[in-house]
């Protein structure tokens, strides 16, 4: 059993920046899969960065050259670093782990 604290989210105003952390209950060093997918209001989840234990990273094409995902194995802490923030990435952000478990989410709102 994981469980998982995402926090970091907030309004920005387009353009403008924010570091989501997902923490984890328990040690990451054996989780190969973690990442962050995220949901609009009137929309299905969707994927938007994962990160294996090697370090290997895939992002969504809409996030590309903008976000960066990281991963702290000591910290038993994922990283989502949003630069570039547009309004279209308003959503509630949700950290993944294994494709099982999933974090509360928290709320990202892009808006001037």
């Known amino acids: 059993q994981v469980q998982l604290v995402e926090s970091g989210g907030g309004l920005v105003q387009p353009g403008g920046s924010l570091r989501l952390s997902c923490a984890a209950s328990g040690s990451i060093v054996s989780i190969d899969a973690m990442g962050w997918y995220r949901q609009a209001p009137g929309k299905e989840r969707e994927f938007v960065a994962r990160i294996s234990t090697g370090g290997s990273t895939n992002y969504a094409a809409s996030v590309k050259g903008r976000f960066t995902i990281s991963r702290d194995n000591a910290k038993n802490t994922v990283y989502l670093q949003m630069n570039s923030l547009k309004p279209e990435d308003t959503a509630v952000y949700y950290c993944?782990?294994?494709?099982?478990?999933w974090g509360q989410g928290t709320q990202v709102t892009v808006s001037s």
């Open positions: 993944m782990a294994k494709y099982t478990y």
